[in-house]
Nanobody, 124 residues
Framework: VQLQASGGGLVQAGGSLTLSCAAS????????MGWFRQAPGKEREFVAG????????LYPDSVKGRFSISRDNAKNTVYLQMNSLKPEDTAVYYCAAARARMSPSTYEYEYDTWGQGTQVTVSS
């Protein structure tokens, strides 16, 4: 499977962005998906995860209430809606597939396939 992330850009603090991640595989609906981010000089961190059906989602406290992950299995696409963006949300955002899992995980090692990343920059 190949993942193609898009939708990043420059936005002012308080603004919103929606990221998309298109998957090439027909089996997309069989496994969990996640979003991670990596800021300059920092380790990659978990941002959001969603189960195969979309019925279960996970978020760290840092984005809970502001970010929302969703998926459209008919379009082989997962989305990350980001609201009330803060300068500390600035990072390269990656989508990832956990093809051995139906439920999302917060652990990076559970995700075996990664997209190329899309830059999100939030100005103050």
């Amino acid at each position: 499977v190949q993942l193609q992330a898009s939708g990043g850009g420059l936005v002012q603090a308080g603004g919103s962005l929606t990221l998309s991640c298109a998957a090439s595989a027909r089996t997309f609906s069989n496994y969990a998906m996640g979003w991670f981010r990596q800021a300059p000089g920092k380790e990659r961190e978990f941002v959001a995860g969603i189960s195969w059906s979309g019925g279960m989602t996970l978020y760290p406290d840092s984005v809970k209430g502001r970010f929302s992950i969703s998926r459209d299995n008919a379009k082989n696409t997962v989305y990350l809606q980001m609201n009330s963006l803060k300068p500390e949300d600035t990072a390269v955002y990656y989508c990832a597939a956990a093809r051995a899992r139906m439920s999302p995980s917060t652990y990076e090692y559970e995700y075996d396939t990664w997209g190329q990343g899309t830059q999100v920059t939030v100005s103050s």
